[in-house]
């Protein structure tokens, strides 16, 4: 028994993997099924309380997702009109911060580009804007041909096109039948090995629930964090660069990073000192701190428990091999996998090969 639980968890482990690989590689076209399957998780608990209250399932699916889509909306105007001004603000410092940013660069650079004065510098810029000018019409031209024949032509692009505007009924056919297909493929499993499938399947849903979820609202704490601290520092594009920072969070350690590069960056062209880049650097060192220590732990809690060297470690070898996507899968599949891990080992010590009888 224990030699043919382990045959099915292994089958399990590289079924899962065999479909990762075959999403990370079509992955324009699996893009929008992966939006739609992470949006499905966020809407779920809204969904559910409402049909628990009487309504029907596929009514609360459409209130969730109108409620959720005026929330969106909402966030995006907030921020647009943020940006919007930020904009007009860098807009005005423009020039302040060309000049700094001309007086850093060392004297051998400036003359191995050729722009050892102002005056040329604007020679330079006047020349490049007078080429662009004159870029024909007959260029732009013969690259819409190109690129509409490229579009006529790859079916994959269309398809891939043409799945972002289904997000919406696959979401609705996600949340609405995902419990009965659940129960199909359960039906499948023989017997024996029934409970012990159901338990690892509520493993995984937990895990990837409580990371889908968590991390999304993560990144939004943080983003609100980020902003705040940059704006009050006085950071041009604070809550760009905040919002930014943490968006890209949703792959760990990379919005920090981008955040910290960028605002550090920004506070030395408007300040021109060493004390605003370093209270950039310490504003994200204290919201890293009381993310690691109070944000994660009550949102995300230790179910995915993945190491710091293990989460690196997948993140690079999902970024090699899959890119964007690659990063933005490894940390949920790497959970998974660990689970599965975990379920081998377990069944592995109770064989008779490793208990030596």
Not at 30 to 46: D, G, Q, R, W
Not at 119 to 142: P, Q
Not at 292 to 316: C, N
Request: hydrophobic share 55%; net charge neutral; charged share 15%.
């Amino acid at each position: 028994m224990k030699n043919k639980e382990l045959y099915l968890i292994i089958v399990a482990a590289v079924l899962f993997v065999g479909l990762l690989v075959l999403v990370c590689s079509m992955g324009t076209i699996f893009l929008p099924v992966l939006i739609s399957l992470i949006l499905a998780y966020l809407l779920e608990p809204l969904v559910t309380p409402l049909e628990k209250r009487g309504v029907n399932r596929s009514l609360a699916i459409v209130i969730a997702f109108c409620g959720g889509s005026v929330l969106a909306a909402g966030l995006g105007a907030f921020f647009t009109t943020s940006l919007v001004a930020e904009f007009r603000d860098v807009q005005i410092n423009l020039p302040d911060y060309a000049t700094r940013l001309y007086n850093v660069i060392p004297q051998q650079v400036k003359v191995y580009l050729d722009i050892e004065t102002p005056a040329k510098v604007y020679a330079h810029a006047s020349r490049i804007l007078d080429e662009l000018r004159g870029v024909s019409f007959d260029l732009f031209r013969e690259a819409f041909t190109i690129v509409k024949k490229a579009f006529a032509s790859t079916l994959a692009f269309v398809l891939a096109l043409l799945g972002y505007f289904i997000i919406p009924v696959y979401l609705y056919y996600f949340i609405k039948d995902f419990p009965q297909l659940k129960g199909s493929i359960v039906d499948l499993v023989p017997g024996r090995f029934r409970a012990r499938l159901e338990e690892r399947a509520r493993e995984i849903d937990e895990l990837l629930s409580a990371f889908i979820r968590g991390q999304l609202s993560v990144c939004a704490i943080l983003a609100v964090l980020y902003s705040i601290g940059l704006y009050l520092i006085g950071i041009d594009l604070g809550v760009m660069i905040g919002t930014l920072a943490g968006v890209t969070f949703i792959i760990p350690y990379f919005g920090t990073i981008l955040g910290i590069l960028l605002s550090m960056t920004m506070a030395f062209l408007k300040f021109h000192d060493i004390l605003h880049p370093l209270l950039c650097l310490g504003w994200f060192c204290l919201v890293q701190l009381v993310e690691g220590s109070i944000i994660t732990p009550k949102i995300v809690g230790d179910k995915v428990g993945l190491h710091p060297v293990v989460t690196i470690l997948a993140l690079l070898v999902g970024g090699q091999l899959f890119g964007i996507l690659g990063m933005l899968l490894a940390v949920p599949v790497t959970a998974v996998l660990k689970v599965l891990l975990r379920s081998f080992i377990e069944e592995y010590r109770g064989t008779a090969f490793y208990q030596g009888s």
